[in-house]
């Protein structure tokens, strides 16, 4: 025992033989008051406070308590004379721990809180799901969320696989939604076709949540999508990115054959951007140099059709190139060509002709493959942005949505509009998509889908969403079940004697006021503008 009171014990169960059972022991300290001299010590001030001599008591865990639930209903400010007054204040209350030490101390508690409860409430909404929602969650080092559902997984891996129809997928990260970044995969439904545009429609697919775009982050994600997408792994065929090499990097480790593509534009900018920095800054200067580069004939250096074509493009240009940038600039040593050169690997990779094919990119009627860009991105980037606009309007709070309200408010409903507009389009009613010419022949006839209970038309949506591109090219027909019920609750009429029979029932009227009651209900039934057709 110290002189200050501080006792050690020690307790152990000894066995027969005298050894420590378990070899575990209980270690106690306690302070023996009768026994100890009194220390007179001063409660040194708090370790980050900077100026001033005022001591740290740290807040009693009721007092917290308290706090926390006064800022379940109620502002910082508001919470914080609450909780004030309700412990008496400086006159009544035990002791410094029974107060709020001050309102910095409510509205760091209220940012700890929120962030806390963001995480507890989107798990909460998860869980209430029929279907799960969250592919993956991270919480160390940072809170990270891969959503998506498995209707979105199994386009993934039907749309971007197939060695006869197949487009890249697009993934690029997007601007804050929230206090976070959203960074959604987006493809191609290659069975449906626009009726505004009479191309293929972008729709939505799985979808991050985080905070920073490390190499680190971008690997979880698309391991998290990949894995979750059956044969997308082994047999995605290639993805589109703006260039960013931390997210271009992490897809490509997490395929095996994939190839990725970089958008033209995004590489366009960057090539303006190289030679405004050498003093180029004119668009009728630059034109000569982009021509060279993203012209449309066959001798624009990434229409070439392999490496050696691309060598010797690059090769045929540096005199022409370097001429220009000596004329323009009155330099000695060109730049802009090295520039070229040093992204050579890059665009035999992933921009030049044989790269942009093998990734899955379509050819124009010409047989001339299509360039890459990543407006799919963009275009579900808008669809997204729209959508947080009709539910945010003008109030200034909807500005930085929790991720709970971006899930279910936002990402949640734009696609149930996707999967909406693709069962209309089905039976040819959607007023945006209809069927594209390789999967016409599983239109169904608005009268006859229509006619169906709604088991079936659930069942012919699903299977609709599971064919294969290889059995819609073989022209394979969906082949349904035979065990349905037959509807009579969606029917326009019912039999009148039939219905009418539960009134004589009733207690309190008699047969007679019951018939009476019918001949004036009939009467009515058969005014000749009584039954109107039902608006469609």
Known sequence: MSKFGLCRSIFFLSGRSGGILNDTCLLQYHIDEKNCEKLQFEVASHGNRKHGKKPFYPTNKSTMEVMKEELSHNAPAVAFKKVTSASGGALTAQNPGELPRSRQQIYDLKYKLRKTDEIEELLLYSKQKEKPIIIEHHDVPEDLWIIGKKHLCQDLSRLCTSDILSHPFSVDPTFNFGRFEVTPFSYKPLLLKSKRTNDCPVSLGPTAIHYSKSKGVFTKIATAVVSSCPNLGGKGKGFITDGEKALHDALSDSMKKVTGLRCFNHFRRNCKDELSALGIRKKEEQKFFLD???????????????????????????????????????????????????NEKMMRRCMIATAREKAGMPSDKS?????????QSETVNNKLTRQKEAISGKAKSKNELTK??????????????????????????????????????????PDEWFSWPEEKRREYARKFNELSIEDVNKKKPIVLSNQFTEETTGKEWREFSVEIQSLFSLQGLSKPLVETIVKEAEKLLDYPESIQKMPS
């Open 292 to 342: 060279i580069v993203f012209g449309s004939d066959e001798k624009a250096i990434l229409e070439s059709k392999d490496k050696n074509n691309l060598e010797a493009s690059l090769k045929a240009a540096q005199p022409l190139l370097n001429e220009e940038e000596k004329r323009l600039t009155s330099t000695s040593s060109p730049q802009f060509w090295v520039y070229l050169s040093k």
């Open 367 to 375: 047989g001339k493959v299509l360039r890459c860009y990543t407006n």
């Open 404 to 445: 709970l309200e971006f899930v279910r408010d936002v990402w949640e409903e734009v696609d149930n509009q996707q999967q909406l507009q693709s069962k209309l389009a089905i039976c040819g009613m959607s007023d945006e998509y209809e069927l594209a010419h390789v999967a016409a022949h599983l239109e169904v006839n």
